[in-house]
């Protein structure tokens, strides 16, 4: 579907089409050409959505910057005598690196919410933001779209998850919150409302050192993702330094969390031990996580339960 105007001063979708490439059906009239603009009138958006720059990548850009100069214009807007940056962050940092005083530039006239949707946009359509990054960018663009504040956000993906499931939903929401949320998810063709609800949300209560360890790009996120379910926080910090010292693909890190877990187990008396694991299934036994199992495992999951309860009643 074709981006929709908020307001009558922006043709977001000409803005989008003309930037990123064709992201709906509809026609849309192209922006004006680029300028030349001075960088030292240009400023940096302090809501920006990527927080980390990968110095190596920055060096190669720089380096292109200086054989062939900025290639593609970045994105700015007018606030009072000066231009906020809003897309193309790494070009400008990296045509200062290089030494230019100008850069091509396509100058916008937006709000706040428009200059931080859009930045926004560019930034997940070129890929250039890590895991967390993304994530967080995805959750501020549904906000700003939908006018929800973060829990509303939540609760809309949740009940979208809810009725692709065929479940009850939160009826709170209205069926058009719902479309626009889905169009929104088409237009970056990365992620359903679901997957992403499932895949990427839980990144958010990583624990702070894998979040940063991720964010600021020294181990991938499926990498982090697979060591945030070791339970000891000793075993969590050792294994996420070997990974990053070791490189360790995700297939080592997996053989190191059973081997961890088999060492603590012949560790343990068998007391702690049948502690330790109701504990862990009682984390795990959320509503739902057992009502997105397949039947014949939940049925095996409650004659499982059931024996155990004979078994603590006996």
């Known amino acids: 579907m074709a981006a929709r105007k908020r307001r009558g001063d922006i043709d977001r979708a000409a803005v989008f089409e003309a930037i990123l490439g064709d992201l709906g059906r509809g026609q849309a009239e192209a922006p004006a050409p680029p300028a030349r ?4 009138a240009i400023r940096l958006n302090e809501q920006q959505p990527r927080h980390h720059m990968d110095p190596t990548a920055l060096a190669q850009l720089t380096a292109s910057v200086r054989q062939r100069g900025v290639l593609e214009p970045v994105l700015v807007r007018r606030v009072d005598d000066e231009y906020e940056l809003v897309a193309g962050e790494r070009r400008t940092q990296a045509a200062r690196e290089a030494g230019l005083l100008e850069i091509p530039a396509i100058v ?5 919410r428009e200059a931080l949707e859009i930045s926004i946009i560019e930034n997940l359509q070129r890929e250039d933001l890590n ?14 779209t939908l006018d929800l504040d973060p829990s509303g956000v939540m609760a809309l993906l949740n009940d979208v998850y809810q009725r692709d499931r065929g479940r009850a939903g939160d ?24 997957s992403f609800f499932v895949n990427r949300v839980p990144i958010l209560s990583f624990q702070e050192d894998l979040l940063e360890a991720v964010r600021t790009g020294r181990i991938a996120f499926t990498k982090a993702q ?11 910090r050792a294994l996420l330094g070997e990974a990053i010292e070791q490189n ?4 080592q890190i997996r053989r190191r969390i059973t081997e961890m877990r088999a060492d603590e187990a012949v560790e343990q008396p068998i007391g702690e031990r ?14 739902r996580r057992v009502a997105a199992l397949p039947e014949d495992q ?8 059931e024996e155990v309860q004979r078994v603590l009643e006996s």
Do not use: H, W
């Not at 049948?274 to 509503?287: D, I, M, P, Q, T």
């Open 37 to 40: 603009i001075p960088l030292d």
């Open 108 to 112: 916008l006239e937006l709000d706040d």
């Open 131 to 144: 895991a967390v990054e993304e994530t967080e960018a995805v959750l501020a663009l549904l906000g700003l």
């Open 171 to 194: 009826d709170s929401f209205s069926e058009e919150q719902r479309e626009t949320a889905v169009e929104l998810f088409e237009r970056m063709g990365r992620f359903t409302p679901s």
């Open 226 to 236: 697979a060591i945030a379910r070791l339970e000891s926080p000793e075993q969590r």
């Open 248 to 251: 360790l693909s995700l297939s």
């Open 274 to 287: 049948v502690v330790l694991a109701l504990n862990s299934a009682k984390r795990l036994l959320s509503r």
């Open 298 to 305: 939940r049925l095996r999951l409650a004659e499982l339960l």
